[in-house]
């Protein structure tokens, strides 16, 4: 059975869709939630597991082990979203570099195709992902809330000096 709660984030609130032990779509709506009291409360035991994750991230516990999910793609999204689950929190990679990193130094353009269809926002974490030059690239959730996930994870990296070392 698949249910749907929310999450309000530092940043906005997020959807959670999963079934009784896979998180299957975790976005940032922009739209108004009529009723919001009542969909935080129907949480079932795997979304508590999603919204208590979402906490320790928010609290600066960024390497706490992800709650099981599930996302279906392509052949090559799923190899940018898997090198995506090997990035560490406060480090980026551009574009280019991720392409050339999965085999595909071609494709620089295609991997920013498969990072906007990521549904696993801050679990697949495509908001480390930057363009060349240190630019912040795109980002399906606003550019905004990806300069803020960066900015909060290199406050809780251990060697701060290396907040920009591209991968």
């Not at 530092?10 to 999963?18: D, E, S």
């Not at 035991?45 to 600066?60: I, P, V």
Request: aromatic share 12%; with cysteine; charged share 20%.
């Amino acid at each position: 059975m698949v249910r749907i709660c929310y999450y309000l984030s530092p940043i906005g609130w997020l959807q959670i869709i999963a079934n009784n032990n896979m998180l299957i779509k975790l976005t940032f709506i922009e739209s108004a939630i009529k009723n919001i009291e009542n969909k935080i409360e129907n949480k079932d035991c795997f979304q508590k597991l999603c919204t208590k994750w979402l906490d320790n991230y928010f609290n600066g516990l960024l390497y706490s082990k992800p709650p099981n999910s599930m996302q279906i793609g392509t052949l090559f999204q799923n190899k940018v979203w898997k090198y995506l689950l090997k990035c560490k929190p406060g480090y980026t990679i551009t574009y280019g570099k991720l392409a050339k990193n999965i085999g595909y130094a071609m494709a620089p353009r295609a991997v920013g195709n498969a990072l906007g269809k990521n549904k696993l926002n801050i679990i697949i974490p495509c908001h480390r992902v930057i363009g060349a030059n240190n630019n912040l690239g795109g980002y399906a959730a606003k550019k905004w809330r990806k300069k803020f996930l960066l900015k909060h994870e290199s406050k809780f990296i251990y060697n701060k000096q290396d907040v920009n070392l591209l991968l």
